[in-house]
């Protein structure tokens, strides 16, 4: 089984920024797509951010383009989620998936492994 951990999330004002870190246990951790999700109280899971094998394949959501990025450090074997320009709305549970496949997905059924989730929340 593939362990993920997040952190760094925490509470934020609007307009201020947050990285999130997610380590994960996974030798193989380069062959494995990496997605960031995240999950409002009562609101199903939504994709936010993966990278595919190489940070130059990346897919956002259309919500968090231009203002969050995503980048993985395979020596490390983590996946970051940088958040600028917070806004209210972005408060959340947010997880690291991985996904076994060389393909990178926005559904959260495609993603087989996932981390405990850290909580972010945005203050207006």
């Known amino acids: 089984q593939v362990q993920l951990v997040e952190s760094g999330g925490g509470l934020v004002q609007a307009v201020g920024s947050l990285r999130l870190s997610c380590v994960a246990s996974?030798?193989?951790?380069?062959?494995?797509?990496m997605g960031w999700f995240r999950q409002a109280p009562g609101k199903e899971r939504e994709f936010v951010a993966a990278a595919g094998w190489s940070d130059d394949t990346t897919l956002y959501a259309d919500s968090v383009k231009g203002l969050f990025t995503i980048s993985r450090d395979s020596a490390k074997r983590s996946v970051y989620l940088q958040m600028d320009s917070l806004k209210p709305e972005d408060t959340a549970v947010y997880y690291c998936a991985a996904r076994n496949s060389y393909y990178i997905t926005r559904g959260p059924n495609t993603y087989a492994y996932w981390g405990q989730g850290t909580q972010v929340t945005v203050s207006s």
């Open positions: 996974e030798l193989t951790f380069s062959r494995y797509v």
